[in-house]
């Protein structure tokens, strides 16, 4: 009985396993909008800052 308890989880778990990473990926790919556009406005904001450090006036 153990031993097939423990041969179950050996084929099982790794594919449990699998299946829950391959769900987080996709979950975690794609960003909401708002995010995306919080990203996008802290990058140029970003690079005005450097532009303006860059040229001393």
Same mark, same amino acid.
């Given at each position: 009985?153990? $031993? #097939?308890?423990? $041969?179950i989880?050996?084929?099982?778990g &790794?594919?449990l396993?699998?299946?829950?990473?391959?769900?987080?990926?996709m979950?975690?790919? $794609?960003?909401?909008r $708002?995010?995306?556009?919080?990203a996008?406005?802290?990058a140029? #904001?970003?690079r005005?800052?450097i532009?303006h450090?860059?040229d &001393?006036?």
């Amino acid at each position: 009985m153990q $031993s #097939e308890i423990l $041969s179950i989880a050996t084929i099982v778990g &790794p594919i449990l396993m699998l299946a829950v990473i391959i769900w987080a990926y996709m979950r975690n790919k $794609s960003a909401s909008r $708002s995010t995306t556009q919080r990203a996008e406005r802290g990058a140029r #904001e970003l690079r005005e800052e450097i532009e303006h450090d860059r040229d &001393p006036i």
